[in-house]
């Protein structure tokens, strides 16, 4: 398992990290993609992906990414805003009235604005996102296919893949990049980190002058 610092963990892509901003992928997507792989292995890691309702969030989450992404923030909302839609029309399912309404889901794109919100119950929300889900392309049946060998792999295939130890690597990454910055040297900012099994950075190399000159 190893990571390039000064390229995106997820996608190996350069970082401009002479901009002064620590970081350690290119983009949303790439830091929502390995997110993602860390959550499915550690839900094969438990067996939590043998409830039906966990299997069936995982497809759905698998699908958004496959789409081109799940945008967390723009759809984070607050507890308040959550409980007002949820008690909307009487507490009662915006789509079929009869059940209580115990989800909340965004009508139309990832805005979390009120007008953009409904509660629904459970069959109905998952029955909504059944339809839009729809078949997948070539290129979407190429980054599942990618994806899917990333979470299935016997050990993570990337140092962000780990679910158990990023969190702990993630930070001395980022560190190693600071230290950099300091260094009389802030050019060498491209380097090979090798990680031990347990997930310890062990060897660090500054880059080439040929990357360096990239």
């Known amino acids: 398992m190893q990571c390039t610092v000064g390229r995106c963990a997820n996608c190996d892509a350069f970082l401009d990290l002479a901009s002064g901003h620590a970081r350690l992928f290119c983009g949303s997507y790439c830091r929502s993609f390995a997110k993602d792989v860390r959550y499915f292995r550690a839900c094969r890691r438990d067996r939590r992906h043998t409830d039906p309702l966990v299997a069936h969030a995982l497809r759905v989450r698998l699908a958004h990414l496959v789409a081109g992404g799940y945008d967390e923030t723009a759809r ?24 209580p309404a ?22 109905c929300n998952r029955a909504k996102t059944a339809v839009r889900l729809g078949p997948m392309s070539p290129d979407q049946l190429a980054v ?64 080439s002058s040929d990357d360096r000159g990239r």
Do not use: K
Request: with cysteine.
């Open 144 to 207: 599942r296919s990618a994806f899917v060998v990333r979470v299935e792999a016997r050990s993570p295939a990337r140092a962000c893949d780990d679910d158990v130890g990023w969190n702990d690597l993630q930070p001395q990454l980022l560190e190693r990049i600071r230290a950099w910055w300091s260094s009389a040297l802030p050019t060498e900012y491209l380097g090979r980190v090798e990680f031990a099994p347990d997930g310890r950075p062990v060897i660090i190399e500054p880059a």
């Open 76 to 99: 984070r909302i607050s507890p308040v805003l959550r409980a007002r839609v949820l008690t909307a029309a009487g507490g009662m399912c915006a789509a079929c009235g009869r059940r």
């Open 102 to 123: 115990t989800e909340i889901d965004h009508v139309d794109g990832p805005s979390g604005a009120r007008e953009n919100l409904q509660g629904l119950c459970g069959p």
